[in-house]
């Protein structure tokens, strides 16, 4: 069983499996792609399991995903996105972030964050 959420970001450098793109000439990628393609059967998971609970902090996070995956953001999500914002942060908050993943969507922001990371390492 392949399993998969195809809201999620495609590979770094690739097309996504399902994508009608040619797969760069990678020997790994090329049987990725065709293990997809030999699937002939579809399940479909309506049931979140990740962001589970049913208070009402899980439910906004949820609602947040969401509206953020389909690009429909409301002021209702706005706001609470604000409340995690870096600088409406405490700095012991913050501090909660340091190890966590980053995104960019440069190559030069990825460089500068990896020279300052390593930087402090020393």
């Excluded at 999500?77 to 870096?86: A, D, E, Q, V």
Aim: charge should be positive; glycine fraction near 6%.
């Amino acid at each position: 069983m392949l399993v998969g959420d195809f809201h999620q970001l495609p590979p770094i450098g690739q097309a996504a499996l399902y994508s009608n793109l040619p797969a760069r000439p990678l020997e790994l990628a090329s049987y990725g792609k065709g293990a997809y393609k030999a699937i002939n059967q579809t399940a479909v998971l309506n049931q979140v399991m990740r962001q589970g609970g049913d208070d009402a902090k899980s439910s906004a996070f949820r609602t947040a995903l969401i509206e953020l995956r389909s690009d429909s953001v409301s002021n209702l999500t706005w706001k609470l996105l604000l409340t995690r914002y870096k600088q409406g942060l405490s700095t012991n908050k913050v501090v909660d972030f340091n190890n966590a993943i980053q995104l960019y969507s440069t190559r030069a922001a990825v460089g500068k964050y990896n020279t300052i990371r390593l930087r402090d390492l020393l």
